[in-house]
Structures are given as C-alpha cells and as structure tokens.
T-cell receptor
Framework: GAVVSQHPSRVICKSGTSVKIECRSLDFQATTMFWYRQFPKQSLMLMATSNEGSKATYEQGVEKDKFLINHASLTLSTLTVTSAHPEDSSFYIC?????????FGPGTRLTVL | GESVGLHLPTLSVQEGDNSIINCAYSNSASDYFIWYKQESGKGPQFIIDIRSNMDKRQGQRVTVLLNKTVKHLSLQIAATQPGDSAVYFCAEKAGTGGFKTIFGAGTRLFVKA
C-alpha cells in the first residue's frame, strides 16, 4: 500500500526558533500534498495544499509567512513553522494525494517551550 | 460555512456489541464521504468510503450508511473489539475537483472489555 512518512515524529523547540517537518511519499509519486494541524481533542484542520513546483494554497486564517511550505519534488514536501511560539504546539499531519486518493502520514508532535 | 459534523463526541460500548457512530453534513453537493480511524498519537487510517450514488457499503465488520435526504451518514462496527477503541472521523471531499479532505469533529469510541 501507499506509505507516507514524516520526520521528525516529535520535536521540542524553544520559542522563537523555526522547525522544519518533512513529509515523504515512500512508494509513489504524489501529485498533491496536504498539511493538517490537530490540537488536542480536536479534529484535523486543513492548513494548506501544495503541488510540486508551485506555491501552496493556504486555507483561510492560516498565515503563509508563518507556515512555509516547500514542495520540491513529487515525493517530498516540507512545512517550516517559523518563529514558533507555544500556541503553535500541535500535532501536524501531512497527506499525499494521487489518483483521487489521499494517504496520511503518522504525524509530527511539535512542542514549543 | 460548509462543514461536516458529528452528533456524539464519545461512545462507550461493551466488547462484542455493535457500535454506531453518526455524522451529519451540511453541503448537499458533497458526493464522496470517508470514515477514518485515528489512534492516539497516530495519523488517520482509512476505514471505508461511500459515494453519493450509494446508500450502503460494507467492509470487513464495518458498514457505512448514507442518507442524502437528511444529509446523514453512519459507521456501524460489528462485534466491537478493544482494538477498535479510537477516535473516528467522517470526512468529505471538497474543493475544486473534490481533492481536499475535510474532517468532521470526531467521536471517541471506548470499548469495555
């Protein structure tokens, strides 16, 4: 089956630093990648959609300068949380889409101290 | 705005009993729905999907029912097992071409041994 990985699985950083999260489709090429954020006991909220080689499309209310998305290849997308603050602490989940299907990664737990 | 939501935030069932998790959606134009299972600290796992041209679809121990008249869908789990304990989300495809997956609020299922 289609496998999506994320790295790191968890990260702790100090307030004001930037954190990069990688999302990889391991055995397929993804035409589109999606980034979600999930706060405790809440649902997954779509942050942005990205296509390889083009700028990401952000959902309403998501700051594009805060959450930088780079989709350099058909198997890799990165999300950089810039100048992270405690309120950015969350579970970040990516998914990769191909042929109308979406496959989700295992998530990255970000804790900002 | 358009959304997908759930009736019950938590559900507790006895092992071996059947579970029914409900979901209401508001976008009458939605034509594709998916149920996901999410275990603690992990990404969502696909369970079963259904298109709007169907009323019912069955998988292994799971059945999804769709009532387009009242914009309601449900997930039935037969002979619920402790391993079924998780949060269950209904989701719909949205956006141009229906390529984004938008999640509902989620229901936590507790299975008592």
């Amino acid at each position: 089956g289609a496998v999506v990985s994320q790295h790191p699985s968890r990260v702790i950083c100090k307030s004001g630093t930037s954190v990069k999260i990688e999302c990889r489709s391991l055995d397929f090429q993804a035409t589109t990648m999606f980034w979600y954020r999930q706060f405790p006991k809440q649902s997954l909220m779509l942050m942005a959609t990205s296509n390889e080689g083009s700028k990401a499309t952000y959902e309403q209310g998501v700051e594009k300068d805060k959450f930088l998305i780079n989709h350099a290849s058909l198997t890799l997308s990165t999300l950089t949380v810039t100048s992270a603050h405690p309120e950015d602490s969350s579970f970040y989940i990516c998914s990769a889409g191909v042929g109308g299907e979406q496959f989700f990664g295992p998530g990255t737990r970000l804790t900002v101290l | 705005g358009e959304s997908v939501g759930l009736h019950l935030p938590t559900l507790s069932v006895q092992e071996g009993d059947n579970s029914i998790i409900n979901c209401a959606y508001s976008n009458s134009a939605s034509d594709y729905f998916i149920w996901y299972k999410q275990e603690s600290g992990k990404g969502p796992q696909f369970i079963i999907d259904i298109r709007s041209n169907m009323d019912k679809r069955q998988g292994q121990r799971v059945t999804v029912l769709l009532n387009k008249t009242v914009k309601h869908l449900s997930l039935q789990i037969a002979a619920t097992q402790p391993g079924d304990s998780a949060v269950y989300f209904c989701a719909e495809k949205a956006g141009t071409g229906g390529f984004k997956t938008i999640f509902g609020a989620g229901t936590r299922l507790f299975v008592k041994a």
